[in-house]
């Protein structure tokens, strides 16, 4: 992992929305090859805007952003792209104290 920014700070956690129901539609060796597909898409969106990945589980993504304005452009990135299944992202802000 790239070490974490500091400073004030922009959080980025994504999920994929219905992922229940694409595994059932999708059946488990194409929904775990669109998942593989999203994971490559997302982190590629991360790295392109700036960002760290703090964490991953499953479908979802924790990553960090120096600016507000590149999280929020990562987010539109990763659901705009080819992903092939749905992504959301919430962006949240946090100021490092001290």
Known sequence: MASLPSGTLTFLFTD???????????GAARYAEALTEHRRLIREAVTAHGGVEVDSQGDAFFCVFTSAR????????GTRRRNP???????????EGG
Request: net charge negative; charged share 15%; aromatic share 0%.
């Open 85 to 95: 299944i749905a992504c959301e992202g919430v962006v949240g802000a946090a100021i």
């Open 16 to 26: 994929v929305e219905g992922s229940t129901r694409a595994l059932s539609e999708l």
């Open 70 to 77: 590149d999280a929020v452009a990562c987010a539109g990135t």
